[in-house]
């Protein structure tokens, strides 16, 4: 069976910002007619989950105004530099907001986080070889990140963490749950950080 082709007749921008823009779409449907959809385009991510030589990961607490409450999360930013190859990008999250280089990154997950109405496609590495950044070279934090808590657990502890519902940024579970089981599966299923993005 082929499936239907969606086409997008129209669309007229409701907002626009310096992270997103929202649209509203006009898309054919597969059981006829035509409906309308929100959809945010936004800049996408990437997302570091830092295993050091003990299988401990690295964890960051900050404040995110739209739930109102700081959340547990992996470090990871915004895919904010046109062009720039998004291992760079994770490299330079992890040193920003753990204080982190890292000597080998593998590919562990993609996803789409919000597909209901978002276009955001987010990359999450898995980085290990860690050695603190240099006092001297450490980035300063600002804004949320001026009093990010960081935080050290054992990967297990981190993915009870998860299922205990302490952890609920949805790209920190898909990491966490993802290095666990690429762990388990001695690694083999990791991919290369040049992997084409979805």
Known sequence: MTAFAHETLSRTERYAGPIFTVYSD???MSGGGTAGRDVVVNKNAVVV???DDVDRVVLIKQYRHAVGK???ELPAGLCDVEGEDLVVTAARELAEEADLNA???DLLVDLHPSPGFSAEK???FLAREL???PEDQRHERTDEEADIEIVWRDLDEAVAMVLRGEITNAAAVSGLLAAARAREDG???LRPTDTPPL
Do not use: D, N, S, Y
């Open 70 to 72: 700081r959340l547990w």
């Open 26 to 28: 006009q898309v054919t």
């Open 49 to 51: 989950v830092a295993l």
């Open 187 to 189: 690694w083999a299923t």
């Open 103 to 105: 000597g080998r990154f």
């Open 131 to 133: 050695t603190p950044v």
């Open 122 to 124: 987010v990359r999450i």
